[in-house]
């Protein structure tokens, strides 16, 4: 298959650019579609900016399910279902269930690893390719327990799951964890480090990916939404936009957790959930940090970006509803009192919220690959709590589909028709 084909990367959020990028080297035309205005805010922005090998267990994991009941029955949670006849909610829902068994958690688990590491790599190597503008950091992530008793269940579980599929994991003592970050106050029972993991800063990655890509001959067309499809033989043969039709040899589905809506129509089953996220960036923190955190009791991440230190956390389950609720933002300004001491409720006063919808697939894994009815459409969406990792390593798989080569990681599991 030649490499100087077209393609349009529907989504200009961080999956459809890493996608561009990829697909760009690899001799493509490309052409981004983004119903959004150029330096609008995609999931990714208020994001933690986790690179993060460590998330190795799915969302679907053994027990989630009792403990996704018991969380709903608390406002201090971080989890919420708006409770709704929705027939895809419940559908979802019933998928999910299916999947918090422990033979799906070890059958994604190397899976993840594998993919999750190959794209800390790759953003190493775009550090290096932009002077690292987007402040990647790889000092790794420390997963705070307050009490013994997470303490115990984390080395019991999500630490013995890493280090058995290479994603080094270790026990600390509370000293050892001070020690590891001794700017700040905690107060926590240990934590489990892992070396491996990064964060980075996605209020300016964004806008460097597309400078990159603009230099590169990626074409962008802003402000321009995809409303239908025309097909030709079971191909792909235009996408109608409110601007017009546009044609390409091949197109890329990367509209997050729009993905579902935007192939209405094309017979295609691709069951997500908007998975609604909140953050709060402290502007002048009280404490540097060096590594990112999380706060496992309250599932809040914590990480610092520069100057900034951001919050963020809770997934709330309410369709694309843009309500903001405020006792979820609560929560997590009660978790960082709870493990930092010196923090008050004053020190996020006037602090403005950012939410986005992570693209949640019912097993917590990714969508990549041909869908069969339509050959020449990719997807390339329904990364969850890992779009920001994934992204690179989404848009390298994406490329090695379209321009013939073997994929380098296997596709079986994020093959997009498996609930078709
Ligand atoms: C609070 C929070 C913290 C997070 N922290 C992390 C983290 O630390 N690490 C990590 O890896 N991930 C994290 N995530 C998840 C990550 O942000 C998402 O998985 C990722 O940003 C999804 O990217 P995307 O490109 O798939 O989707 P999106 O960013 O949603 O992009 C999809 C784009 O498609 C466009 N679009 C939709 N429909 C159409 C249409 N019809 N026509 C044209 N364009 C269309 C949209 O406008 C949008 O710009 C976090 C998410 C949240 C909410």
């Known amino acids: 298959m030649s490499s100087s084909r077209s393609v349009i990367v529907i989504g200009g959020g961080i999956v459809g650019l890493c996608t561009a990028h990829s697909l760009a080297r690899a001799g493509c035309a490309v ?106 950091r790889t000092e790794g992530l420390l997963s705070l327990c307050q009490t013994q008793e997470c303490l115990d269940h984390e080395e019991h579980g999500l630490a013995r799951l890493a280090n058995t599929v290479g994603v080094e994991a270790r026990v600390l003592d509370a000293q050892q964890t001070a020690a590891l970050e001794p700017g700040v106050r905690m107060q926590v029972a240990g934590s489990v480090y892992f070396p491996i993991d990064a964060h980075l800063t996605p209020r300016q990655l964004v806008p460097d990916l597309i400078a990159l890509l603009q230099r590169a001959g990626v074409v962008f067309r802003w402000g321009t939404a995809i409303t239908g499809w025309r ?46 996220g909140y953050s709060l960036t402290l502007e002048r923190p009280r404490f540097r940090l060096t590594k990112s955190l999380i706060l ?25 509803d843009g309500r903001v609720r405020p006792e979820r933002l609560e929560q997590i300004v009660a978790a960082a009192q709870a493990y930092f001491p010196d923090f008050t409720a004053a020190d996020f006063a006037g602090v403005q919220p950012w939410f986005g919808y992570r693209p949640v697939s019912p097993d917590g894994l990714p969508y990549v690959g041909r869908f069969a009815r339509h050959p020449n459409l990719v997807a390339a969406c329904g990364h969850a709590m890992l779009g920001v990792t994934l992204a690179p390593v989404t848009g390298e798989l994406v490329a090695e589909i379209l321009t013939g080569r073997a994929p380098s990681i296997d596709l079986t599991l994020l093959n997009p028709d498996r609930f078709a």
Not at 100 to 124: I, K
Not at 234 to 243: H, L, N, P, S
């Open 296 to 320: 496992t009791e309250r599932r809040v991440a914590v990480t610092p970006m520069g100057e900034r230190l951001r919050f963020g956390g809770t997934m709330e389950l309410s369709g694309h």
């Open 231 to 276: 097909t030709e033989g079971g191909r792909i043969a235009a996408v109608a936009t409110d601007r017009g039709e546009l044609q390409a040899d091949d197109y890329v589905l990367a509209t997050g957790s729009w993905a579902p809506d935007t192939v209405r129509g094309l017979g295609i089953r691709l069951p997500m959930q908007p998975g609604k």
């Open 31 to 136: 052409t981004v579609v983004e119903r959004n205005a150029e330096g609008a805010d995609s999931c990714a922005h208020g994001s933690a900016g986790y690179v993060s090998p460590s998330h190795v267990a799915p969302l679907s994991a053994p027990g989630m399910v009792w403990q996704g009941l018991k969380w709903m029955t608390s406002s201090r949670s971080p989890f919420y279902i708006q409770p709704r006849l929705d027939a895809d909610l419940i559908r979802w829902g019933w998928l999910f269930a299916r999947h918090c068994t422990p033979a799906h958690r070890d059958r994604a688990a190397p899976v993840l690893a594998r993919l999750c590491l190959e794209a800390r790599a790759l953003f190493v190597a775009l550090a290096a390719e932009t002077g690292n503008s987007f402040a990647l």
